[in-house]
């Protein structure tokens, strides 16, 4: 029975009644539920999904009954009873027999209560993890329960749900969290609310969120749990994806686009100047912006393409069509380097063309600076090139049409949203460009609500980087190789891991490294680089190695984000297994852009965990770098790729990203037909669907968390 305080009958949701109120929980119990599970209210507990069940669907035979199974479940009578040995090693022994054989079940403890509870000749269900001592099979401290109840002897599927261990001393265990989800579902089920309309789970053949919940607790059949993950996942996925289109055409309503039609710039571009034939993908890209800039509506666009794929042509043809409709485009980057860097690769284009291009970054003297606001203003100056320098307030453009972001993940929404007030007019088009391939699964969900472009071709004619795997004791070839690469003129590039946790250890080995190297290569130039040096320091360093004065940069992971050195060639990753897949891709990418062979090495000792080895092979296997992506969702879990600050939006509580591609897409394109027939959700059908939004915004700051 429930315990209700006249307060808590008036609460709007029933599933916001506390934990506490659940007959057998209590405010003890209650809080350590929320401490370790935060599970507060009803509606946690019924969410506090099985991660796995125990499959007592099939009954074995006594005879293939073996002590290599994990968990079986047989059906058959108890013979007798016999105490065995003494002191500590007394143990209760029940002879099992069904037609096919005997087996032994073991107590060491609570024999008393056995004797009294089990009796011979009656027919039991016994459920536990055979052992072999000599030929005989036995099982400690078996389940078991008398054949009655017709469910059972039907057999099921046992929920067993994510539990910890502090919980598990306490006596909360899988066997209390049975108990109370079977008495919380007891009472809950009547106040359960569809909240899917009614045509749609017809078509989708999906079934009612009150069945799906009872049984993905307590699955009828193997049948029934499919049905109860497919109904839970696809309303999870469908939500979330209804809120980001949602997001998307408000914008889309509220914001109108500049229109941008006019491609005589950009063909004189492609008839004297293009420096080589676009890829088919670059071309496809070109024509998705174009119609988006054309279309009266404002872009946002994420453009991904692996490191080399050519995004910056690609961002360059776009700044032309804005250029021939008098405006203005910018173009920020994270960091002065990049921003120098897209500078230079695009000034070269620009001055073909005879357009106006200047770079704005921290270090713009004032007068510079005070020339470039003047002409920006005028709209003289056509691309603007920059850090975040170019947020500032006093940077105001004439009438900027396009903002291209680098990077994406550097820069958070406040600011790229910063940007696009620069136009009164109306928003610019935004384009956000990033080298990091997301699988697309992620990129739906964490941009759901921007269009995304992928370039996923290299130009003809790249050497692939070759990428091997070695181990320490190899330390003599690799500097020899090094020595080789150095004398036909490249440069080398040493990455050492470097994470918080372990900071002063890895600094050591960084500087050892650094040390041994500058031993092994007493006559070359040696960089070095890591995150606690100044600014200045790293600038400074990091310049000397683009200018080639030095030979070798020994690095932590700074280097990942964007630097070009196209005469680079050889990328030499100390301790790889450390590195999360993508990470170990995002630093190969810093290799391979010049005309020459590239190389990526990957070094680590003999101990190798399993799924070390999988992403060191890999790595050696493709330099695909969605295929990556794909291997690392599946090893990881998304939180882990995209790092904790966005991990949020990824906090599903049943869907999973790795392999719920096909329920999404559904999802997604279910949620985009229903937003375009019935954009307010209006209709009466829907009228459940409105519901559950308002229900999952109000859950968002959910009261009861906030302590
Ligand atoms: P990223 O996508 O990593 O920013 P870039 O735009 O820097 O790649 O391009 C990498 C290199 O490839 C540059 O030197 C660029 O000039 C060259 N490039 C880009 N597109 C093509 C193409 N279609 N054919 C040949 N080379 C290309
Ligand atoms: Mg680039």
New binding site residues.
Partial sequence: MILFCSEYLVLANYFDTSIEFLKGVGPQRAALLQKELKIHTFGDLIQHYPFRYEDRTRFYSIKEVNETMPHVQIKGKILRFEMMGGGRKKRLVAYFEDETGELELVWFQGINWTLDKIKPGIEYVVFGKPNRYGRTISIAHPEIEPVTNTSEKKGFLQPVYPLSEKLRNKYLDNRFLIKIEKDLLAVALPHVRETLPDYLRKKLKLISKSEALQHIHFPQSHEWLTQSQNRLKFEELFFIQLRLIKMKLVRQEKFKGLVFNDTSILTRFYDEHL?????EA?KKVIREIYQDMKSGKQMNRLLQ??????????AFICMLLVIGSDAQAALMAPTEILAQQHYN?LKKYADMMDISISLLTGSTKKKARNELHYRLQTGELKILIGTHALIEDEVKFNRLGLAVIDEQHRFGVAQRSKLWQKNKEAYPHVLV?T?TPIPRTLAMTLYGDLEISV?DEL???RKPIKTTHQYDSHRLQINEFIRQQIKSGRQIYIVYPLIEESEKLDLKHLMDGYESIVRAFPDVPVSILHGKMKPEAKDFEMDRFVRGETKIMVATTVIEVGV?V?NASVMIIESAERFGLSQLHQLR?RVG?GAEQSYCILVTDYKLSAESKIRLGTMVKTNNGFEIAETDLKLRGPGDLMGTQQSGALDLLIADLGKDAAVLKVARETAIRILENDPELAKPEHKVVKQQIESLKKTAVNWSRIS
Avoid at 275 to 279: A, D
Avoid at 309 to 314: E, H, L, N, Q
């Fill in positions: 420096p080589f034939p676009l890829t670059q393409g692996d490191v080399g794929s050519g995004k910056t042509i690609v690769n460009m080298a370039i130009p003809k004619g070009d196209p990418g852009r």
